[in-house]
């Protein structure tokens, strides 16, 4: 069962203002790259912080490589459904998860058009 929490990740909407996760680019940050952690697997690293973060599979860099200011949240969802072939009813609240992550810890921003 998913809890209320999880539900509204959905069509989240960010804690310090009133938009909606859909309508929002995800960009990355200057500084940021993605490295090998091992073979098939990537790392996302701050340069300023050097320190290996966040390991991301190929969901994850499939996501990654669309956080450049050009993809809605909303289209990034549609690309993971149509390209990625992922499932429709896991897609919405794990791609949010993952983008508010990735905000939280300073690799994207998250900006409206």
């Known amino acids: 069962m998913v809890d209320n ?4 990740l959905g069509t989240a909407l960010l804690p310090s203002d009133n938009v909606q996760l859909n309508h929002l680019y995800p960009k990355k940050l200057a500084n940021i790259i993605v490295g090998y952690w ?3 697997k990537k790392f996302i690293s701050d340069h300023d912080r050097e320190k290996k973060v ?4 190929e969901i994850g860099q499939f996501v990654w490589n669309l956080c450049d200011g050009t993809h809605s949240v ?5 690309k993971l459904i149509e390209d990625a072939e992922q499932d429709t009813n896991s897609v919405r609240s794990s791609l949010a998860t993952f ?6 810890k300073g690799y994207i921003s998250l900006d409206q058009e």
């Not at 929490?5 to 509204?8: A, D, G, S, T």
């Not at 966040?54 to 599979?57: E, F, L, M, T, W």
């Not at 909303?74 to 549609?78: A, G, V, Y």
Request: aromatic residues 0%; positive net charge.
């Open 74 to 78: 909303r289209t990034i969802e549609k």
């Open 38 to 40: 091992e073979p098939g």
């Open 99 to 104: 983008l508010l992550n990735l905000k939280k």
């Open 54 to 57: 966040i390991v991301i599979d």
């Open 5 to 8: 929490n999880q539900q509204k």
